[in-house]
């Protein structure tokens, strides 16, 4: 909310793309989760615990019937692979795996700088979240206007595509679907009123596959909300849900 608050104060130009990890604890490979559990010091007599259970168990199904006689379990062929949504580990690792992520981001992407208002102070922002729902943020120069808005979403377009195959590298998968954008432009009216830009506008945002394809990721106005976190969320400030 600051972000865009920002944006009403100065008048520039902002985006923020918003994206979800898709089933983020079920796709935990196992092997990298532990090379980034010893990054953090963490033992490695602790960092196999997961991992030896998820090779060793055998799984039963439990019904009002009873319970199965017949199992499946690990192996070559039949792989028991990720974490899983239930299991107690998956959001300690999960706060580990993002952490690094969110370095990752800070090391390449062009994110935004935030100024105080003497020009004295600056915060750079690339990425704020909780657990996968993410915000991804650009923003003009509040001393050059540069880049514009155009300028802002060529930007985007680099900083979604490192969270993108970051992401896919360790396994994970943004969910396109609940993936979309808000961009905040400002116009004049002849008496100097400043209004935001309405409807869909600029260039578009788009993450390319592996195999080259792109996906054209969804632009909201304004005006319109989507839901995060259990609220509805809108830079125009016209939602009261």
């Not at 196992?30 to 010091?41: D, Q, T």
């Not at 199904?61 to 899983?84: E, N, P, Q």
């Not at 961009?183 to 080259?212: S, Y």
Request: charged fraction near 20%.
């Amino acid at each position: 909310m600051l972000q865009t608050e920002y944006s009403f104060l100065t008048r520039l130009s902002h985006l923020k793309f918003s994206n979800d990890a898709a089933a983020c604890f079920d796709r935990i490979v196992l092997a990298l989760s532990s090379i980034i559990s010893l990054s953090y010091s963490i033992p490695n007599e602790i960092t196999r615990i997961q991992a030896d259970m998820l090779e060793n168990a055998v799984y039963h199904i439990k019904t009002l019937l009873g319970v199965s006689t017949r199992f499946y379990s690990h192996s070559d062929k039949a792989r028991v692979d990720g974490l899983g949504q239930g299991v107690a580990a998956s959001n300690r690792a999960w706060g580990c795996h993002s952490s690094t992520y969110f370095d990752l981001q800070d090391q390449h992407s062009h994110g935004a700088t935030y100024f105080s208002a003497n020009g004295l102070d600056k915060l750079r922002i690339c990425m704020t979240g909780f657990v996968d729902d993410n915000n991804l943020q650009t923003v003009e120069d509040a001393f050059h206007q540069a880049p514009n808005t155009d300028g802002i979403l060529d930007q985007m377009n680099h900083d979604a595509q490192v969270c993108n195959g970051t992401l896919w590298t360790s396994g994970e998968i943004l969910a396109l679907s609940k993936c979309q954008f808000h961009l905040m432009e400002w116009m004049f009216t002849i008496t100097g009123k400043p209004i935001l830009r309405p409807g869909k506008h600029g260039k578009a945002v788009k993450l390319k596959a592996l195999d080259g394809t792109d996906t054209l990721i969804t632009q909201l106005s304004v005006s319109q909300p989507y839901k995060t976190l259990g609220a509805h969320r809108e830079p125009a400030q016209y939602q009261r849900k």
